[in-house]
Protein backbone atom coordinates (compact mmCIF):
# COMPACT_ATOMS: atom_id res chain seq x y z
CA UNK A 1 0.00 0.00 0.00
CA UNK A 2 1.45 3.45 -1.51
CA UNK A 3 1.52 6.41 1.36
CA UNK A 4 -0.20 9.51 0.02
CA UNK A 5 2.64 11.18 1.80
CA UNK A 6 -0.09 12.13 4.81
CA UNK A 7 2.29 10.31 6.81
CA UNK A 8 5.68 8.74 6.29
CA UNK A 9 5.92 5.17 8.01
CA UNK A 10 8.77 3.37 8.15
CA UNK A 11 10.72 0.45 10.57
CA UNK A 12 14.30 0.94 11.99
CA UNK A 13 17.41 -0.97 12.79
CA UNK A 14 17.60 -3.66 15.40
CA UNK A 15 20.18 -5.26 17.22
CA UNK A 16 18.03 -8.80 16.35
CA UNK A 17 18.67 -8.17 12.57
CA UNK A 18 21.77 -10.09 10.97
CA UNK A 19 22.84 -6.59 10.21
CA UNK A 20 21.91 -2.86 9.92
CA UNK A 21 21.02 -3.56 6.04
CA UNK A 22 18.62 -5.82 6.33
CA UNK A 23 15.84 -3.97 7.85
CA UNK A 24 16.60 -1.24 5.46
CA UNK A 25 16.41 -3.62 2.51
CA UNK A 26 13.28 -4.17 3.97
CA UNK A 27 11.86 -0.76 3.98
CA UNK A 28 13.48 -0.48 0.41
CA UNK A 29 11.48 -3.40 -0.88
CA UNK A 30 8.17 -2.71 1.00
CA UNK A 31 7.76 0.48 -0.43
CA UNK A 32 7.98 2.17 3.26
CA UNK A 33 8.84 6.01 2.91
CA UNK A 34 10.65 6.13 6.17
CA UNK A 35 13.53 4.36 8.14
CA UNK A 36 15.28 4.78 11.53
CA UNK A 37 19.51 3.72 12.24
CA UNK A 38 19.42 3.22 15.91
CA UNK A 39 23.91 2.44 16.82
CA UNK A 40 22.61 -0.21 19.38
CA UNK A 41 25.61 -2.26 20.10
CA UNK A 42 25.10 -4.79 22.90
CA UNK A 43 27.64 -5.67 25.36
CA UNK A 44 27.45 -9.56 23.99
CA UNK A 45 27.74 -8.26 20.70
CA UNK A 46 25.28 -7.81 19.14
CA UNK A 47 23.75 -4.72 16.83
CA UNK A 48 26.09 -2.49 15.56
CA UNK A 49 27.43 1.48 15.80
CA UNK A 50 28.44 3.93 13.47
CA UNK A 51 31.83 3.37 12.92
CA UNK A 52 30.33 0.21 11.27
CA UNK A 53 29.20 2.08 8.22
CA UNK A 54 31.66 3.18 5.81
CA UNK A 55 31.59 6.81 4.27
CA UNK A 56 30.60 4.98 0.98
CA UNK A 57 28.09 2.92 2.46
CA UNK A 58 26.63 6.33 4.04
CA UNK A 59 26.89 8.08 0.81
CA UNK A 60 24.88 4.79 -0.86
CA UNK A 61 22.12 4.90 1.53
CA UNK A 62 21.73 8.45 1.36
CA UNK A 63 21.66 8.15 -2.19
CA UNK A 64 19.34 5.52 -2.20
CA UNK A 65 16.68 6.81 0.30
CA UNK A 66 16.67 10.14 -1.67
CA UNK A 67 16.08 8.52 -5.08
CA UNK A 68 13.10 6.61 -2.90
CA UNK A 69 11.75 9.95 -1.11
CA UNK A 70 12.14 8.21 2.09
CA UNK A 71 12.48 10.18 5.04
CA UNK A 72 15.75 9.38 7.35
CA UNK A 73 15.97 9.46 10.86
CA UNK A 74 18.98 8.75 13.41
CA UNK A 75 17.77 7.82 17.37
CA UNK A 76 21.13 8.48 19.20
CA UNK A 77 22.31 5.55 20.75
CA UNK A 78 20.92 4.96 24.50
CA UNK A 79 23.98 5.90 26.53
CA UNK A 80 24.66 9.39 25.22
CA UNK A 81 22.80 11.28 27.75
CA UNK A 82 23.24 14.94 27.32
CA UNK A 83 23.48 14.96 31.25
CA UNK A 84 27.29 13.48 31.26
CA UNK A 85 29.27 16.47 29.62
CA UNK A 86 32.20 13.33 28.69
CA UNK A 87 29.48 12.43 26.69
CA UNK A 88 29.28 14.56 24.15
CA UNK A 89 31.49 13.20 21.45
CA UNK A 90 29.35 10.34 21.39
CA UNK A 91 26.19 12.42 20.37
CA UNK A 92 28.60 14.25 17.86
CA UNK A 93 29.21 10.75 15.99
CA UNK A 94 25.30 10.32 16.22
CA UNK A 95 25.26 13.97 14.59
CA UNK A 96 27.74 13.00 11.84
CA UNK A 97 26.22 9.51 11.01
CA UNK A 98 22.70 11.65 10.59
CA UNK A 99 24.38 14.63 8.12
CA UNK A 100 26.23 11.79 6.60
CA UNK A 101 22.92 9.65 5.25
CA UNK A 102 21.10 12.76 4.76
CA UNK A 103 18.59 12.33 7.59
CA UNK A 104 16.01 14.87 8.78
CA UNK A 105 16.39 14.37 12.59
CA UNK A 106 18.11 13.15 15.65
CA UNK A 107 16.17 11.42 18.38
CA UNK A 108 17.60 11.69 21.71
CA UNK A 109 15.63 10.96 25.59
CA UNK A 110 14.46 12.58 28.08
CA UNK A 111 16.89 12.87 31.03
CA UNK A 112 15.05 14.21 33.86
CA UNK A 113 16.74 12.85 36.95
CA UNK A 114 18.90 16.07 37.67
CA UNK A 115 15.41 18.16 37.07
CA UNK A 116 14.28 20.01 33.91
CA UNK A 117 16.28 22.79 34.10
CA UNK A 118 19.94 20.97 34.30
CA UNK A 119 18.34 18.82 30.88
CA UNK A 120 17.49 22.02 29.37
CA UNK A 121 20.92 23.57 29.90
CA UNK A 122 22.67 20.40 28.83
CA UNK A 123 21.39 20.12 25.61
CA UNK A 124 21.15 23.74 24.50
CA UNK A 125 24.65 23.60 22.85
CA UNK A 126 23.67 20.55 20.82
CA UNK A 127 20.23 22.73 19.84
CA UNK A 128 22.81 25.00 18.59
CA UNK A 129 24.63 23.02 17.03
CA UNK A 130 21.71 21.71 14.94
CA UNK A 131 20.36 24.43 13.70
CA UNK A 132 23.26 25.52 11.59
CA UNK A 133 22.80 21.76 10.29
CA UNK A 134 19.22 21.85 9.14
CA UNK A 135 18.64 18.94 11.23
CA UNK A 136 15.73 18.57 13.63
CA UNK A 137 16.25 17.64 17.47
CA UNK A 138 13.25 15.14 18.86
CA UNK A 139 13.19 14.66 22.82
CA UNK A 140 11.62 11.43 23.66
CA UNK A 141 9.68 10.20 26.38
CA UNK A 142 10.47 6.38 28.63
CA UNK A 143 8.42 4.25 30.51
CA UNK A 144 9.66 6.64 33.74
CA UNK A 145 8.41 10.16 32.44
CA UNK A 146 5.39 11.91 32.46
CA UNK A 147 3.70 13.58 30.11
CA UNK A 148 3.65 16.74 32.69
CA UNK A 149 7.34 16.95 32.70
CA UNK A 150 7.04 17.37 28.83
CA UNK A 151 5.05 20.08 29.29
CA UNK A 152 7.30 21.55 31.56
CA UNK A 153 10.13 20.92 29.12
CA UNK A 154 8.58 23.00 26.34
CA UNK A 155 7.96 25.67 28.61
CA UNK A 156 11.61 26.43 29.18
CA UNK A 157 12.42 25.58 25.81
CA UNK A 158 10.16 28.78 24.26
CA UNK A 159 12.49 30.80 26.50
CA UNK A 160 15.23 29.92 24.49
CA UNK A 161 16.42 31.41 21.54
CA UNK A 162 13.58 31.23 19.23
CA UNK A 163 15.23 29.98 16.26
CA UNK A 164 16.40 27.16 18.43
CA UNK A 165 13.25 26.46 19.42
CA UNK A 166 11.40 25.68 16.34
CA UNK A 167 14.27 22.92 15.51
CA UNK A 168 12.88 21.14 18.93
CA UNK A 169 9.56 18.71 19.64
CA UNK A 170 8.90 15.79 20.85
CA UNK A 171 8.71 11.76 19.79
CA UNK A 172 6.32 10.35 21.50
CA UNK A 173 6.67 7.05 22.23
CA UNK A 174 3.43 5.14 22.44
CA UNK A 175 4.54 1.94 24.28
CA UNK A 176 6.76 4.15 26.94
CA UNK A 177 3.23 5.80 27.18
CA UNK A 178 1.87 2.56 27.71
CA UNK A 179 3.47 1.62 30.36
CA UNK A 180 4.38 5.25 32.47
CA UNK A 181 2.84 4.51 35.91
CA UNK A 182 0.10 7.47 35.59
CA UNK A 183 -1.46 5.81 32.37
CA UNK A 184 -0.27 2.35 32.46
CA UNK A 185 -2.54 0.36 29.61
CA UNK A 186 -3.75 3.64 28.68
CA UNK A 187 -1.82 5.73 26.46
CA UNK A 188 -4.49 7.79 25.39
CA UNK A 189 -4.70 9.61 28.44
CA UNK A 190 -0.77 9.99 27.80
CA UNK A 191 -1.18 12.34 24.77
CA UNK A 192 -4.28 13.92 26.54
CA UNK A 193 -2.52 15.12 29.17
CA UNK A 194 0.42 16.48 26.79
CA UNK A 195 -0.68 20.51 26.51
CA UNK A 196 -0.41 21.78 22.62
CA UNK A 197 1.68 24.44 23.14
CA UNK A 198 4.44 19.98 23.05
CA UNK A 199 4.91 19.85 19.61
CA UNK A 200 4.87 16.11 18.68
CA UNK A 201 7.34 15.82 15.65
CA UNK A 202 8.16 12.15 15.75
CA UNK A 203 6.39 8.99 16.21
CA UNK A 204 7.77 5.49 17.99
CA UNK A 205 5.31 2.69 17.38
CA UNK A 206 5.19 -0.17 19.40
CA UNK A 207 2.91 -2.58 21.88
CA UNK A 208 3.20 -4.29 25.20
CA UNK A 209 0.56 -5.10 28.12
CA UNK A 210 1.70 -3.14 30.26
CA UNK A 211 3.48 -5.20 31.99
CA UNK A 212 6.95 -5.06 30.02
CA UNK A 213 8.98 -2.85 27.16
CA UNK A 214 8.09 -5.85 24.55
CA UNK A 215 7.67 -3.50 21.68
CA UNK A 216 5.10 -5.74 19.73
CA UNK A 217 4.37 -4.78 16.07
CA UNK A 218 0.88 -2.57 15.87
CA UNK A 219 -1.78 -5.03 15.85
CA UNK A 220 -0.02 -8.18 17.42
CA UNK A 221 -0.38 -6.98 21.28
CA UNK A 222 -4.18 -5.35 22.19
CA UNK A 223 -4.92 -3.85 19.58
CA UNK A 224 -5.05 -7.05 17.45
CA UNK A 225 -8.51 -7.65 19.77
CA UNK A 226 -9.67 -3.98 19.10
CA UNK A 227 -7.94 -1.06 17.30
CA UNK A 228 -9.64 1.46 19.42
CA UNK A 229 -7.11 2.64 20.99
CA UNK A 230 -5.05 2.98 17.65
CA UNK A 231 -8.08 4.59 16.08
CA UNK A 232 -7.83 7.35 18.71
CA UNK A 233 -4.19 7.70 18.83
CA UNK A 234 -4.57 8.48 14.52
CA UNK A 235 -7.34 10.74 15.50
CA UNK A 236 -5.45 12.82 18.09
CA UNK A 237 -2.38 13.28 15.62
CA UNK A 238 -4.34 14.38 13.04
CA UNK A 239 -6.05 17.19 15.14
CA UNK A 240 -2.32 18.07 16.22
CA UNK A 241 -1.27 18.75 12.92
CA UNK A 242 1.23 15.65 12.56
CA UNK A 243 3.30 15.01 9.49
CA UNK A 244 6.29 13.46 11.23
CA UNK A 245 7.84 10.02 10.68
CA UNK A 246 5.95 7.07 12.39
CA UNK A 247 8.32 5.05 12.85
CA UNK A 248 7.76 0.67 13.80
CA UNK A 249 10.09 0.06 16.18
CA UNK A 250 10.61 -3.30 16.04
CA UNK A 251 11.98 -6.45 13.53
CA UNK A 252 9.33 -8.85 13.59
CA UNK A 253 9.57 -12.50 12.21
CA UNK A 254 8.01 -12.33 9.88
CA UNK A 255 9.11 -9.32 8.93
CA UNK A 256 5.89 -9.04 6.96
CA UNK A 257 4.34 -8.05 10.27
CA UNK A 258 5.75 -4.62 9.56
CA UNK A 259 3.92 -4.49 6.22
CA UNK A 260 0.23 -5.11 8.02
CA UNK A 261 0.94 -2.54 10.71
CA UNK A 262 2.23 -0.07 8.21
CA UNK A 263 -1.42 -0.55 5.56
CA UNK A 264 -3.67 -1.53 8.34
CA UNK A 265 -2.27 2.46 9.94
CA UNK A 266 -2.99 4.28 6.78
CA UNK A 267 -6.47 2.69 6.31
CA UNK A 268 -7.41 4.14 9.29
CA UNK A 269 -5.23 7.21 8.60
CA UNK A 270 -6.96 7.63 5.96
CA UNK A 271 -10.11 6.27 6.86
CA UNK A 272 -10.62 3.87 4.52
CA UNK A 273 -12.71 0.44 5.40
CA UNK A 274 -10.94 -2.74 6.83
CA UNK A 275 -9.24 -5.09 4.42
CA UNK A 276 -11.93 -7.59 3.50
CA UNK A 277 -9.11 -10.35 3.41
CA UNK A 278 -5.61 -10.44 5.22
CA UNK A 279 -2.45 -8.37 3.90
CA UNK A 280 0.56 -10.54 2.89
CA UNK A 281 2.56 -8.35 1.69
CA UNK A 282 5.71 -9.54 -0.13
CA UNK A 283 8.95 -9.34 2.42
CA UNK A 284 11.20 -10.43 -0.30
CA UNK A 285 14.21 -7.66 0.63
CA UNK A 286 16.30 -8.88 -2.64
CA UNK A 287 14.01 -7.58 -4.49
CA UNK A 288 15.92 -4.56 -3.91
CA UNK A 289 19.39 -5.58 -4.33
CA UNK A 290 20.24 -4.03 -7.40
CA UNK A 291 19.26 -0.79 -5.54
CA UNK A 292 21.40 -1.08 -3.08
CA UNK A 293 25.06 -1.78 -4.88
CA UNK A 294 28.26 -2.30 -3.00
CA UNK A 295 27.79 0.76 -0.87
CA UNK A 296 25.15 -0.97 0.94
CA UNK A 297 27.00 -4.21 1.48
CA UNK A 298 27.74 -5.12 5.26
CA UNK A 299 30.97 -3.46 6.83
CA UNK A 300 32.78 -6.58 6.78
CA UNK A 301 32.94 -5.86 2.82
CA UNK A 302 30.21 -9.16 2.31
CA UNK A 303 26.60 -9.22 0.79
CA UNK A 304 24.42 -9.86 3.00
CA UNK A 305 21.25 -8.86 1.37
Not at 95 to 115: M, S, T
Not at 206 to 217: I, K, M, V, Y
Request: aromatic share 8%.
Amino acid sequence: MRNPRSICIGNQTAFAADTPMQPFAHALASGFDAFEWFPDKKPWGAGWEEDDLSREQRRGICETAEARGMRLSVHARWGANPLDPGLRPLLLKDVELARDLGAALLNIHLHPENGLKAYVESITWLIGHLAGTGLRLAIENTPLTAPEQFNELFKRLRNLDVAWAHHVGMCLDLGHANLWIGTRNNYLEYIDRLQPHVPVIHLHVHENWGDTDSHLTLFTGPAGRADASVRGFVGRMKRRGFSGSLILEQWPQPPSLLNQARDALLRIWNNEPPAPTPVHPTAGATRDKSLLAAALADATGNDTL
